[in-house]
Structure formats: structure tokens, C-alpha cells
DNA sequence: CGCCGGGATTAGAGCGCTCCAATTATCGAA
DNA sequence: TTCGATAATTGGAGCGCTCTAATCCCGGCG
């Protein structure tokens, strides 16, 4: 289990190892003869350069290391795929950790990237505080993804929450909804702002807002939307603050015997792959979540370049996708429509 | 950006390299003393120990990788919450990956562990060839888990693929059924022992195995589904190889107006929390996936603490989750449960 | 009062690689 | 044939840490 070293390798073939080592890095100063003396040596030894050392000696580690909040919400996923598309494209080899939902996870996750001197570092709906984030902003480039955050030092890429809020809100009042509640993300990324987007836009319309706490699971969906149903005036609307959440709210809405969106409208957020299958068919608001990710991949590239030094903070457009979980509230609603939704059966 | 080195704290610290060094590492031979004074100084400078210099100096990494298939499948990130909480117990770190589906993509993630020199490897889901996964396993402890493998060096961690698809189809014969296909999972890990499965036991029960290809994706469910009904004869019931590709079978069955279970039965795999919300209400086959990746751990550890050196080979027992997408076939059994199932009205 | 023992500390030799300066080989031109 | 230039190769000095062996310090003991 002893692994071979360039010495052996150069040893083998006859050569120094400074050669090696360039070879390794496919340096075109060197000879055909050579490479090939070296690369059969290597392959014939198993010879697999030792990370560490080369990190040691150059530097660089040519690594960009990716936390992701919550591997069970496909929003993350989602992310992380046009994380790797883009870091495929570059010469930066990608790692990756999760936050498992929470801060001292995160913080663990970061910490590693950082001992490991990743080049740089894209955190995806952090729950760190921001102090701590522009703390370890000091020592690597960081791209916040998925989490507003001012702060002139670390770049971000994000979706406008407070405008996807008052998406939702108008779509809601449009179709004639006035008691409207808000499940919310808790301390989720992005959560306040999209409990201030659902306040605002509310108020706006002159209607009370009616926020209930939730943590951005499905559990947290399930248990928010049980204590709505059990008010005295239940809301005809509810606006989830994400998909996952949404999906929660919706199973625990059928289990009490009542229709989506018959007797209440659902709405969600990320526009999530399973949010868009037939069989759920959520309202919901789109975040471009692939490009986000390489967004924030771009972002930190030109950090590493040295393309940029003043701080980036992406704001891209949320769109409203409507399905089959909004529609006009009340029985006369209800009556209009009788027969003119597909209805799967089950 | 340029950040500080054990020379500078020992030199704030007023003592050697030697003694911060093991500070940093929690030795119980240093005065109080001269640890506080160290830790200060450290404090002070916002000083981080270099993971890359740590590991190549102490030729271990106290890190073990974690290589997931797909991350928009449930059950890896199951998976990983299980690893997550046994490694979080032991004295190793986590590092993860993503093979986005693809066996190169696997390859280079692997590859990355190997350099890295992480002290053991859990691959969850490979899709590589059993020959790429004992080579990487001469130079790295490996353990494979959801994927059957004979080898007798690489560890690995399973459910029964053939007795849950037993399972199932006994449980679509009991029903009555008769005409059953299997939607594969194609190359994906354990495709093909479910597959293997599915045909035994419908000869076992004299029937006609009817398999159509997948690939463990949503989408791949979709097609498959789309295939089949078009079909002159329709499958009364399908097995399809787990349960994302089951949701994307029931999408497109109730796309084309058929009805989930009165029309055609639906069974998954898995067991994954979406396939329990009563919204989807799959009957499926669980795998105990939180223990399959304690157990990976667990093996794991086996091997780097030296106390077993022979390979270790689990086989956990799946066991079928009855819900609601599967029933008795055709419109007699349709019309005897008229009325007796909850039918969620979207 | 010198010596001993053991806890605390330190010097120094690597770990396996990169990088730079320096050396050697190669080759055409004068 | 010699020289300069260019190409190819090499030695050696680190990178920031760990680890072993050696040293230091101090109170207690004979």
C-alpha cells in the first residue's frame, strides 16, 4: 500500500526528478523521448502524484471547494450541476461537502476547504453568519450562492427573493385570495428575505400578513400546515417558502381530507424538477438554478484571474411558473370549475 | 492573502515550531502555559494549520471520500446523511463528490481521492468497471456500497437486490397479476441483480419476464412508461428499478389518462421519502439506507484500524412498503374498490 | 549539595513535490 | 571547426508541517 514517488519514477526511468515532474505537469519543454521513458515508468510503477505535496510545493491547489446546505433539497443539486459544468470547462477540479441543514456542519465544511487551501470557496444556501463568512473570506475567495448578503468583500449570486415574494402574492390576489399565510424557511438562506418580500407585497395589496415558521424540509411543510388547518379561519391560500416545504404542506393538506387547490392554493419556490412533474404540477417561482451555478462559478474565476477586484453580486430575474395548485378560492370557484381540471385519480 | 505559518506563530508565541505543532494537535505534553500562550498567538494571527503540509508530513489524511452517483436521486444523499453521522463520530473528515451519472466523471472523482491520498474511499453507486474499482482499491481501502461486487479485496455494502424484486413480484402475482414489466435501471449500480431478480422470479411463478430499459432517471421513467403503454398489450402492472424512475412512470401514466393503481399497478424502489408523502404514496421496496451508510463507514474503519484484513461483503434484507399505487388488476377488481380509496382529488 | 527522573520543550531531518537557476546537449550558421 | 542560441535536463532549495531523539529544567532525594 506503499505508494511509488516521482523518485522512483525517475529512478526508472532513468531520468531526474525534476523531469518527471515536469512531465507530470505535460510541460512541452520536453522530448518525446523522455516523456514517453517517464510515462511508461509511471504506469508501470502505478505511480499517481502525491496531491499534497504538490499543493505543498506550488502553492495552488487548483481546487475550488462546493457546500452545499441540504443534499435532500434538489435546489442544491440543482446548483451543483452547473457548478460542475462550468468547473469542468476550467482547470479547477471541484470538491464538494455538505452542510447537512447545519451551521456548525457548514462551518465544519468550510474549515476544511480552508485548512486545504482551496483556491477558492462557493458556499450554497449558507446559514453561517455573515460575520463568519466574510471571516473566512479573508483567507480564500468566497461566492455566497442562494443567501443575499451585503458585504463588499464577498461575492454572491442570488435570485431577487423580495420580488419572486410579491410574484406569488399577486398571482394570489389576482385569482381573488385575501387571507394568504406564509410558510417560511426559518433560518434558511434567503428565508428572510423572502418573508419580507411576502410582507411587502401583502401590504401592499392592503391585506394582513399571516407568516407561520417553517425550516425549508418537508417535515417543516407538514408541521406548519397542520397548524394552519387547525385555525378557526383557515387561509385559502398558502405560500410556502420552498418547493420541498410546499410538498410537505400539500401531502399533509390531502391527508386532512381537503383538495389542492380546491379548498386551498399552494404555492412553492425553486421551480424544483419534481415541483414540474404532472403528478405534483406546483405553482411555484423559477430560479435559474443551473445558471446560477455557473454563475458563481464565473464569479470566482475572475476573482482567481485577478479580473476583478471589486466585490459581485448577481441578482437574477425569479419568473412565476402557474400549475395546478393555484386557483380562485371558495366554493363558487370551486362549482365554476367542475370538470375542467385534470384530475389523476389519486 | 498570504497566510501565516507555524514559524510565525511560534515566533509571536515566543517558543518553537516543535511545541505549536503540538498544540495544534491536542497533546496532552504541553504546559498550560505555553498553550494558551500559542493558542493566542495563533488567535492573534488568524493562523489555520495547512492541510496539504499536515498530510504530507504525517502521511495520513484523517479524511475519508465519499463518491455519490447522482445527487438528484434521494437515496445517495440517505446515504451520506448515514456516512455523515458515522464519520462524525470517528476522528475522520469527510470529502464528497458527485460522478453526475457518469462513469468518467466517477473515474475523475476518484481519481482526486487517490492523489488526495484520503485514507479510505466509499463509493456509493459506481457505476465503473469492477476491474477500475480493484485497481483503485490496491492503492486506497475501498468500499462499495448499493452495488453487488465479487471481489474478494474491495468491501462492500448491499441490500438483497434479487429478494426485493422477488418481493415485488410476488406481490403483484398475489394481487393477481400477471403481465408485469421491469423498467431497468440500465447500467446504474444493481440494475442488473434487480433486473436479474425480476426475471427469476416470474419464471419462478411462470410467467413471461418483460423488461424494458432505464436508467435510474426520472426521465428515464418517463420513456420507458411512454413505451410501454403504447404498447398494443399494456403491462397491468410495473416494477420499475427504483423509485425515481417510478415517479416519472406515474407522470406519464396519468399524462395519458390512465389511472395509478386502477389501470396499471406501480411499484419503485427504495423507498425513498418522497415515495412515502401520501401525495405520492408508492409502494416500493425500502432499502435501509441510513445503515447502509453507517455500515460503509463502519467497514471502512474495520480496515484502516487493521482489525480485519479479509473482505467484507453485507447484505442487508430489503423489505416491500405496501402503498398506494399498487392493486388488483383489471375493471372487476376496479369496481370492487369503488369508493374504498382515498383518492387525494388531483 | 550534587544527582536523578520525568515532564516540557526543541532541533533537525524529512514528507513528495515544484520551481528556479544553472548545466548540458543539440544544431545550424559563420 | 567553433560559437551562439535554443532546447532539454538537472540539482537544490524550499513549501509548512510531523516526528524522533535529544536537551532542558526543576523539585526531591540521598
Redesign the pocket.
Known sequence: M?????????RLA?????????V??D?????????TAVLDAADQLG????L???I?????TSTIGLVLDDLHNPFFPDIADGVNEAAEQSDYRLLMNSAFLTPASEQRAVETFLEFRTDGVIIVGSRLAAGAIETAAESVPIVVVGRPLRSDRVDSVNNNETRGARLVVDHLVELGHGRIAHIDGGRGAGAAQRRAGFVAAMKRHGLRPDVVSGDFTEAGGVAAMRELLARRRRPTAVFAANDLTAVGALGCTEDAGLSVPDDISLVGYDNVALAATHHISMTTVDQPRNEMGRLAVATLLERLEGSRSSVARHVLAPSLRIRSTTAPPGPAARRKRAGTRNNPGR
Chains 1, 2 share one sequence.
Open positions: 506503499s505508494q511509488p514517488t516521482m523518485e522512483d519514477v525517475a532513468g531520468v531526474s526528478r525534476a523531469l518527471v515532474s515536469l507530470m505537469r510541460s512541452p519543454k520536453v522530448s518525446n523521448h523522455s516523456r505511480y499517481r502524484p502525491n499534497a505535496a504538490r505543498l510545493a506550488s502553492r495552488k
